[in-house]
């Protein structure tokens, strides 16, 4: 079955770059989404469409994708950004599912 | 703004049914679909299905289907799901999403409930 692949965990410091991967055969064709989870709430949207930003988030948040590959990038993370990050698409039928999720320790 | 506001929590036994309420408020409900995402108590996020609030069309999960069943009152803006036949590892978070379409006929959530936690237990 067609799966997401993200890494479990990233950890940096504050003030760096962090970069968080979601592998997906279907990414070539298919948009990535990203969502945002801090503890005990509910998800965020903070990347739709590979690359673009809803209104509200803050613009150290990119996206970009190449390949099979889409990356959320957060640039001069802050300890606020420390949350569980998910990708989401679908797969070549349109099926939508959700990446395994990594955790942003910023610290 | 727009808002989706979720019912309470539930404890069930396995075996009994569980309906989760979401109404909606701030956009027309017609004009989009609802999804249904749960997550497992330390686990990740599952997609549910989706129901189209404009005609009642539903996709389920396939680990689902037989189970789950949702539906729309459109003259209360409220989304339902209903999951029968509950057992221990259904015990999670329910969250309920706005479904909105994006390009290249992707649909995805740009805004969601708070959640609805049920636990399943004997």
């Known amino acids: 079955s067609y799966e997401l692949t993200q890494p479990p965990s990233v950890s940096v410091s504050p003030g760096q770059t962090a970069r968080i991967t979601c592998s997906g055969d279907?990414?070539?064709?298919?948009?990535a989404y990203w969502y945002q989870q801090k503890s005990g709430q509910a998800p965020v949207l903070v990347i739709y469409?590979?690359?673009k930003r809803p209104s509200g988030i803050p613009e150290r948040f990119s996206g970009s994708s190449s390949g099979t590959m889409a990356t959320l990038t957060i640039s001069g993370a802050q300890v606020e950004d420390e949350a569980d990050y998910y990708c989401y698409s679908t797969d070549s039928s349109g099926n939508p599912l959700f990446g395994g999720g990594t955790k942003l320790t910023v610290l | 703004q727009v808002q989706l506001v979720q019912s309470g929590a539930e404890v069930k036994k396995p075996g009994a049914s569980v309906k989760v309420s979401c109404k909606a408020s701030g956009y027309t409900f017609t004009s989009y679909g609802i999804s249904w995402v749960r997550q497992a108590p330390g686990q990740g996020l599952e997609w549910m299905g989706w129901i189209s609030a404009y005609n009642g069309n539903t996709n389920y999960a396939q680990k689902l289907q037989g189970r789950v069943t949702m539906t729309t009152d459109t003259s209360t803006s409220t989304a339902y799901m209903e999951l029968r036949s509950l057992r221990s590892d259904d015990t999670a978070v329910y969250y309920c999403?706005?479904?909105?379409?994006?390009?290249?006929?992707?649909?995805?959530?740009?805004?969601w409930g708070k959640g609805t936690t049920v636990t399943v237990s004997s």
């Open positions: 279907a990414l070539p064709k298919k948009y």
């Open positions: 469409e590979d690359s």
């Open positions: 999403a706005r479904r909105v379409r994006g390009a290249r006929l992707i649909y995805y959530m740009d805004v």
